[in-house]
C-alpha cells in the first residue's frame, strides 16, 4: 500500500533478506574484508556471529553474488539442527552430489570424489553453514574432517560458519580444540551506529526510486534507531510500519513523533525513545587467528603495516581489504613464526622494544629566596686528572670494528629491503606457497 503512495517500485523494508539490499555499515564493511581475507586464503574456517537479524544473511547473500563461479563453487546450509551422519548427507545435497547409499562412508567418498573433481578443473570449493550454533560436537567434528582433504599439498574445500553469539562459547570448548585451530578469522557483528541510520533508510528507498518523498527529520532517524537499538532485521520493521503509517495518515514528512506513535502501536516498550544516544560507538569485535590486538604505542618495526590486497574476480571483487592491523596479525602469526630462524640466519636482528624512560622527579619546589647561596671562592679547588695516553693500536682496531659494524648494517638492510619486497609480492599473490618458499630462501641467501 505505502509504496503506491510514495511511488516507490517495491517495498525496501521487507523482513526476508535480500542481497540486492546490502548496505556496507562500519561493521559489515570490517566483517566483508575478513570474509575476502579468508577466501584469498583459500582453506580453514571463518566464524562470523551476530544477533538475531544482525545481517549474517544478507552478508553471505552478498558474498555469493560477488565471486566468480568459473572459479569457486559455494554452496549453502540452512538446516543444521542434525546429526553428523545426516549433515554429510545435508553437504552433498547442497552441492548436488549423488551418493550410492545411505552409509556415511559411501557419502564421505562421494564429496571427497567431487572435489578432486572442482580441484582438477580449476576452481575451489566453498561451504557455507548458516545458523552453526544448532550443530553438536559430533557435525562440527565433521565439518573439520571434510576440511582435511587435500590435492597434493592445496586444501580442497573452505568452511565460513555464521552463528549466534552463543556459538563463541560452543567453539571455546575444549573438544573443539582442533577445530579452533582452523579458525583463520573470526568477526562478531554489532548493532549500526547512530550516525549510519539515516545513510542506512535513504540507501534503500533510493534502490527503490524515492525521491525524498516521504522526508525523514533527524529525530525521526534517531527515534528509529532508539526504537531498533540499532539491529537492521527490527530497523526493518519499524520503518517498514512507518512507512504504512505515514501513507495512512497521508503524511509526506515523518518525524520523531511518528515514530514514537508506530512503536506504540506495535505493542513495544517506549522507554528506549528517551534514552540519550551512545556517546561513543560500540566497539567491534573481530581476530585474526585468535590473536590480541597489537597496541599502537609499541610498532613493531619487523612487521610492515601492509594493507591487504583488494581480491579480484574469484575472490570478493572490489570489496574493501582486511584493515592493515588485521593483516599485520596474519603476518605475525602464520609468517613470522616460520621465517624468524631464516631471519635470524640472515643476520637480521629483531629490534627490541625499549620501555620509554621515566620522567625525572621532580624536587621539590623552594623558593628562590630560601635557596642558599653558593660561595664560589670558598669551593676547594680540585686537580683536574691527567687524561691516560692513548695507544694507537688500540684507535685503529675501534676504527676497524666501527668499520665493520656499518658494513654489517648495510648488509642487514639489503637483506631486510629483500625480505619486504618478497612479502609484498606474497600479499599480492594471496599469499601462495611458492612466494613464501622463494621468502625463507632469500632469507637463507642473505
Sequence with gaps: MYDSFYGLSARPFQLTPDPRFWFESATHRTAMSYL????????????????????????????????????????????????????????????GIAIASPAKSDALSAIE???????????????????AQNLDFSALEELRMLSNFQLGESPLMQI??????????TLASPELEQLRQRVIATHHLEAMLPEEIGPYIQHRLRLVGWQNDPHFTPDAFDALWRASAGVPRRLNGVASRLLLYGAVEEKHQLVGEDVANV?????????????????????????????????????????????????????????????????????????????????????????????????????????????????????????????????????????????????????????IRRILGLLIQWVEQDGDAPASAAIIAANRAA
Design 36 to 95: 575476502g581475507y579468508g577466501l584469498a586464503q583459500g582453506e580453514g574456517f571463518i566464524v562470523i556471529t551476530g544477533e538475531v537479524g544482525s545481517g549474517k544473511t544478507t552478508l553471505v547473500g552478498h558474498v555469493l553474488q560477488s565471486i566468480d563461479p568459473a572459479r569457486l563453487t559455494a554452496a549453502k546450509l540452512v538446516t543444521t539442527q542434525v546429526g553428523d551422519a545426516d549433515l554429510l548427507r545435508l553437504v552433498a545435497d547442497a552441492f
Design 263 to 415: 512503536v506504540e502501536d506495535m505493542g513495544l516498550s517506549t522507554d528506549a525513545l528517551r534514552a540519550d544516544l551512545p556517546a561513543a560507538a560500540p566497539a567491534e569485535t573481530s581476530e585474526v587467528v585468535a590473536e590480541e590486538p597489537q597496541t599502537p604505542a609499541e610498532p613493531n618495526t619487523t612487521e610492515p603495516n601492509i594493507a591487504a590486497p583488494t581480491i579480484v574476480s574469484g575472490d570478493v571483487a572490489g570489496e574493501p581489504a582486511a584493515p592493515p592491523v588485521a593483516l599485520a596479525h596474519v603476518w605475525s602469526d602464520q609468517s613470522h613464526n616460520e621465517l624468524a630462524p631464516d631471519v635470524a640466519d640472515a643476520g637480521v636482528a629483531a629490534p627490541i622494544a625499549e620501555a620509554p624512560a621515566a620522567p625525572p622527579a621532580e624536587a621539590p619546589a623552594e623558593s628562590v629566596t630560601d635557596a642558599p647561596s653558593v660561595d664560589a671562592e670558598a669551593l676547594p679547588l680540585v686537580d683536574a686528572v691527567p687524561a691516560s695516553p692513548v695507544d694507537d693500536a688500540q684507535v685503529a682496531a675501534l676504527k676497524a670494528r666501527i668499520d665493520a659494524l656499518e658494513a654489517r648494517g648495510v648488509e642487514q638492510d639489503a637483506a
Design 113 to 131: 570424489n567431487f572435489l578432486h573433481e572442482e580441484a582438477r578443473a580449476g576452481r575451489r570449493t566453498l561451504l557455507i553453514v548458516d545458523e
Design 160 to 169: 565460513f560458519l555464521l552463528a549466534q553469539p552463543e556459538f563463541r562459547k
